[in-house]
C-alpha cells in the first residue's frame, strides 16, 4: 500500500540545533529498510549524521513517501546539506516482508481444536483470512486461546497470536470450518496406457470426500504393479476400474504352448491373438496346425492349453 507520509520526530531530536556546515548529500530516491526506524541515511547519502533516528519505519511490506518539502525540513533542522531541485523530488522508503505461512496457521488451529472433537483428517476451510505480513527473514512463534468447535455444523473458531521480532504481537480471530476427506492414490507424473505403476508412480493423499468418485483407488497396494487401461495426468487420482494385472503376453507374441497330464508333456509353438495377463484366458494359434485354442498364460511367452482343446501335430517334448 503506498501512502504519504510525515515523519513524526522524537523531541529530543527536534531539540538539536541546526549545523552551520553540513556535507554535500545525495537524496536516496528509493530505500529498503529492515529495521523498525527511519535513520537520516536511509534518505540521504555523504552525511555525518547518518545514524539520526528520524521516526518509526513503515510496517512489513508498506512504503511511506516522504516528499520535497518535508525532505527540505529535514535536511535544514539536521544540519544536511541538500536543496530540492524540483516539488517532484522525493524519497521511497519500503520495509520488505512475507506473509505468515497458512500451513503454520492451520499446524497451530489443529493443535488447538484437537482436543475439541476436530478429525484428525479433516480439512479447515479458513473464512476471509489475510495471513499478516512480518519482517523479512523473521521465526515467528505462534499461538492459539479460544478456541470452539462445533461437531453439528464443523465450525471452528479460535483466536491467533503471533509474535516476531520486529513488530508488535499480533491477535486475530480466524473461524472456518472442517470438511471430511477420504484417502486417494494420485499419480506422480504422467502414465501413458499399457504402463505398469511403479512405487514412485503413485502417492497417497487426503482429498474432500465430496470430490471423490466412487471406485477412486484408497491404497497404495491396489495400484503399485497394475497395468493401465487408459492414460493418467499428473495429480489424478486411480480408479480401480482403469487398473488390471500386467499382461505377460502380448498380442502378436510367439508363445510356447505347453500341454502337460498325467505321462504326458507335449508342446508346440503358437501365436497370441490377444494380450493377457498371468492367469487370463488367451486365444492361441498353433503355428503347425493352424489351429486356434483358448489357452492359459501362465508367463512372458507360456500358456497352457486344456486337454481336450489340443490341437493335432502337436510336438512331443523329450
Known amino acids: 500500500m503506498q501512502r504519504r507520509y510525515l515523519l513524526t520526530l522524537p523531541a ?84 520488505p516482508g512475507q506473509a505468515l505461512s497458512r500451513d503454520a496457521v492451520l499446524d497451530a488451529l489443529r493443535s488447538e481444536l484437537a482436543g475439541l472433537g476436530l478429525p484428525a483428517e479433516a480439512e479447515l476451510e479458513l473464512a476471509a483470512f489475510s495471513p499478516p505480513i512480518l519482517p523479512l527473514n523473521a521465526l515467528p512463534r505462534l499461538a492459539t486461546e479460544g478456541g470452539h468447535f462445533d461437531p453439528a455444523s464443523n465450525r471452528f473458531a479460535a483466536t491467533l497470536i503471533v509474535l516476531a521480532d520486529g513488530i508488535p504481537s499480533i491477535r486475530m480471530r480466524i473461524a472456518g470450518r472442517a470438511i471430511a476427506t477420504v484417502p486417494a492414490i494420485i499419480a506422480t507424473r504422467r502414465l501413458a496406457i499399457g504402463e505398469v505403476v511403479g512405487p514412485g508412480d503413485a502417492r497417497l493423499v487426503q482429498l474432500r470426500a465430496e470430490r471423490v468418485r466412487p471406485g477412486t483407488a484408497q491404497r497404495l497396494e ?53 494380450a493377457a495377463a498371468r492367469g487370463a484366458k488367451v486365444n492361441v494359434m498353433n503355428l503347425s496346425s493352424r489351429s486356434v485354442v483358448e489357452a492359459e498364460a501362465i508367463g512372458p511367452g507360456r500358456v497352457r492349453v486344456r486337454l481336450g482343446a489340443l490341437p493335432l501335430r502337436m510336438a512331443e517334448r523329450g
Open 12 to 95: 529530543c531530536l527536534l531539540a538539536l540545533p541546526q549545523l552551520a556546515h553540513g556535507q554535500t548529500a545525495v537524496l536516496r530516491s528509493q530505500t529498503l529498510v529492515e529495521d523498525q526506524v527511519i535513520r537520516i541515511a536511509d534518505i540521504f547519502e555523504g552525511t555525518a549524521r547518518g545514524d539520526v533516528v528520524l521516526g518509526a519505519a513503515p510496517a512489513p511490506g508498506q512504503r511511506i513517501i516522504i516528499e520535497a518539502s518535508q525532505l527540505a525540513s529535514i535536511a535544514r533542522r539536521f544540519g544536511v546539506d541538500w536543496r530540492p531541485l524540483s516539488g517532484a523530488e522525493r524519497c521511497v522508503i519500503e520495509r
Open 222 to 274: 491396489d495400484v503399485v504393479g497394475l497395468q493401465l487401461r487408459r492414460p493418467l495426468g499428473t495429480d489424478l487420482p486411480f480408479m480401480s476400474a482403469d487398473l488390471m494385472t500386467p499382461h505377460v503376453i502380448a498380442k502378436n507374441d510367439n508363445v510356447l504352448m505347453l500341454l502337460e497330464g498325467p505321462g504326458l508333456s507335449l508342446t508346440a509353438q503358437g501365436r497370441a491373438l490377444e
